[in-house]
């Protein structure tokens, strides 16, 4: 199912539970993902290492932290509509971080994303984790899209090999910025080549249930925030059940 406009949140969970993933168009008008693509790249050339050049491609991580409008779209009442009605009120976020690649950069290998790859399969029937991709910039076929295999979040196991060929079933997410991917966190996908001369970016939130060690230190972020509202509390894992002695008051 590819939704645009106020789409149906039971229908995209049945999405993302028959198939691994369902892309929603135009969850914000391309002004709002270009304020926020703007504000990426600021910190894309701020912190661009040699390694990144070499790799063609950047990951830029504790954005809750960087700027006040990646806080607002990692709360962003639809996202957190989707995610809580599938995973329950008291989801955490367990990574936000967003990822370019530049022309010129190949290929991500097929993979799983976390806590799925953490685990040893046969992984847990359910859904544990929902991952949520933010286009910053329009995807096109050619412009290093991500790419996904239908019902492939129900094999319980990593990608098989070989993890950097083209699959035929792949499907290739194409879309305005603004518009948005839900997937099963065990969802096998990759990233097309960029063969343009533009960078492409997304934005990658992970939805976890809050039983989970959340993947990035989401702790150390709020703590850096100056009167974090209860829903950023709860996202930036400030709720979670921290170990304790038991006995011991
Ligand atoms: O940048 C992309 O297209 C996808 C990145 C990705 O799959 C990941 O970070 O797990």
């Known amino acids: 199912m590819t939704t645009t406009a106020t ?4 229908r995209i969970i049945n999405e993302v539970d028959e198939r691994g993933f369902c892309v929603v168009h135009d969850v914000i008008c391309p002004e709002k993902a270009d304020e926020a693509r703007n504000v990426l790249h600021d910190l894309l050339d701020a912190e661009i ?12 991580g504790q954005i809750a932290v960087k700027h006040p409008i990646f806080l607002e779209l990692m709360c962003h009442p639809f996202v957190l509509a989707v995610w809580q009605r599938m995973l329950g009120e008291d989801i955490m976020c367990s990574s936000w971080s967003a990822n370019t690649v530049y022309p010129g950069h190949d290929h ?11 685990l040893k399969p046969p992984w847990p029937a359910g859904n544990l984790a929902g991952q949520t991709l933010w286009m910053l910039d329009d995807y096109t076929e050619e412009n290093g899209a991500t790419a996904a295999i239908p019902n492939s ?3 319980g196991h990593f990608p098989d090999e070989p993890k950097n060929e083209w699959r035929d079933e792949g499907e290739i997410f194409i879309g305005t910025r603004g518009s948005v991917v839900f997937a099963h966190g065990a969802w096998w996908h990759t990233a ?3 063969k343009t001369d533009q ?5 990658l939130g992970m939805y976890l249930m809050p039983w989970f060690i959340p993947q990035e230190d989401m702790r150390a972020q709020l703590e850096q925030l100056e009167n974090p509202s209860e829903i950023v509390q709860q996202l930036l894992c400030g709720k979670q059940h921290r170990p304790n002695t038991v006995g011991v008051y």
């Open 7 to 10: 789409p149906n949140i039971d």
């Open 49 to 60: 290492t040699e390694q990144a050049r070499e790799a063609r491609t950047q990951r830029v």
């Open 108 to 118: 991500i290998a097929w993979h799983s994303d976390y806590p799925y790859w953490s």
């Open 153 to 155: 979040h129900k094999k």
């Open 192 to 194: 097309r080549p960029n």
């Open 199 to 203: 960078s492409r970016s997304c934005l």
